[in-house]
C-alpha cells in the first residue's frame, strides 16, 4: 500500500508552521520533498515529517540552522551538543528562579508598606497668600547661600496673617531636600519659630517622591493637606540617624494625628518657588 503523501500546505499546517519556513529549510540542505508531482506540487510522507519534527526540536532549543546541518550532515556528536544545549537551559532556569525569588521579596516588602487614601471630599480654604519675598535665577542657582533668617519671616508672616500661634501648628511638610545647605538652613528656621527642638511633628516627603522640582510644591500641598484629612502624619522614609545639627522633630514612620488642624507645607527653592502655606483641616 504506497504511503499517503501531504501537500506542502498540508505538512506545514499538521506542524503549525508555514510553507515558507520549510522551503527555507530545503534551501538550507535541511529537508527535502519525499515526491515532487508534475504539476511542481511538493510532497511529504512520513520520514519528512520525522526530519521536520527533529528540526523544529532543534530550533526550539534555540542552534541555528547551521547547527543543525552540522548535526543532520556529519557525524557530529549531537549528544555533546544537546547536554551543553541542556546545561545551558538549567543556568537559564536557575537565574530566573533567582529572579523570581527578588519579585516575591519585592512584593512581600510591598503588601506592608501602608498606603493612605482619602476616602472624604477635601475642601482647601486659603488663609492668607505668602508674596514672593526673593526670587532665585536658576542661572545663579549654585551661588545661593542659604540663610535661615529668610525662612523666619515667612513661617511667621503666615502664622501671624492666619490669627494663630507657632503652638497651633500641627504638622510641618519641610522643603527638606536633603542637602546640607537646606537642612541646616530650614532646621535652623523651624528650631527658632516653633521651639529649639520642639514637639511639632516634621517630615519631607520628598523621601519618597524625590525632588519633583516645579511640582514639588503642589504635591507637597496635596500630601499636606491629605495628612490632615486622615489623621496620619507621613514619616521620612528611610531615616536612621538624625543630624545632631538639626534639632526639630522628625518623623520616623507613620504618626496618628486625628485632632491634627494646622499643616504647614514649605518649599524654599530656586526658580521663584519660595513659599509657605498654612492649611486648616475643614471643618463644616
Not at 508534475?38 to 530550533?59: D, K, T, V, W
Not at 494663630?164 to 528650631?191: C, F, R, W
Not at 499636606?224 to 543630624?243: F, Y
Request: charged letters at 20%; a negative charge.
Amino acid at each position: 500500500m504506497a504511503e499517503k503523501l501531504l501537500t506542502i500546505s498540508a505538512f506545514a499546517k499538521l506542524f503549525k508552521t508555514t510553507q515558507y519556513t520549510i522551503r527555507h529549510y530545503e534551501d538550507k540542505g535541511l529537508l527535502l520533498p519525499a515526491k515532487i508531482a508534475e504539476n511542481g506540487y511538493r510532497q511529504y510522507g512520513m520520514a519528512e515529517a520525522y526530519q521536520l519534527s527533529f528540526i523544529l526540536f532543534l530550533r526550539a532549543l534555540d542552534l541555528s540552522v547551521a547547527e543543525i546541518k552540522l548535526i543532520l550532515t556529519t557525524d557530529y556528536p549531537e549528544q555533546t551538543m544537546l547536554l551543553n544545549k541542556k546545561q545551558a537551559l538549567q543556568q537559564e532556569i536557575a537565574r530566573l528562579q533567582a529572579l523570581e525569588r527578588t519579585v516575591d521579596e519585592q512584593l512581600q516588602q510591598a503588601t506592608h508598606e501602608t498606603t493612605y487614601r482619602v476616602n472624604q471630599t477635601i475642601h482647601l480654604r486659603v488663609l492668607k497668600r505668602l508674596p514672593f519675598a526673593q526670587d532665585f535665577d536658576l542661572s545663579v542657582v549654585e551661588a545661593i547661600d542659604w540663610q535661615p533668617d529668610l525662612m523666619v519671616r515667612q513661617l511667621y508672616y503666615v502664622i501671624d496673617e492666619a490669627g494663630i500661634t507657632a503652638a497651633d501648628v500641627d504638622y510641618v511638610n519641610a522643603h527638606g531636600t536633603g542637602t546640607v545647605a537646606n537642612e541646616l538652613a530650614e532646621s535652623a528656621a523651624l528650631a527658632r519659630v516653633f521651639g529649639d527642638e520642639g514637639t511639632v511633628p516634621i517630615s519631607s516627603t520628598k523621601s519618597m517622591t524625590g525632588h519633583l522640582l516645579g511640582a514639588a510644591g503642589a504635591l507637597e500641598a496635596i500630601v499636606t493637606i491629605g495628612a490632615l484629612q486622615a489623621g496620619t502624619l507621613p514619616p521620612n522614609v528611610g531615616l536612621q540617624n538624625t543630624d545632631p545639627d538639626c534639632h526639630v522633630n522628625l518623623i520616623k514612620t507613620p504618626l496618628a494625628a486625628p485632632d491634627a488642624q494646622y499643616g504647614m507645607s514649605n518649599s524654599f527653592g530656586f526658580g521663584g518657588h519660595n513659599a509657605v502655606l498654612l492649611l486648616k483641616k475643614w471643618s463644616d
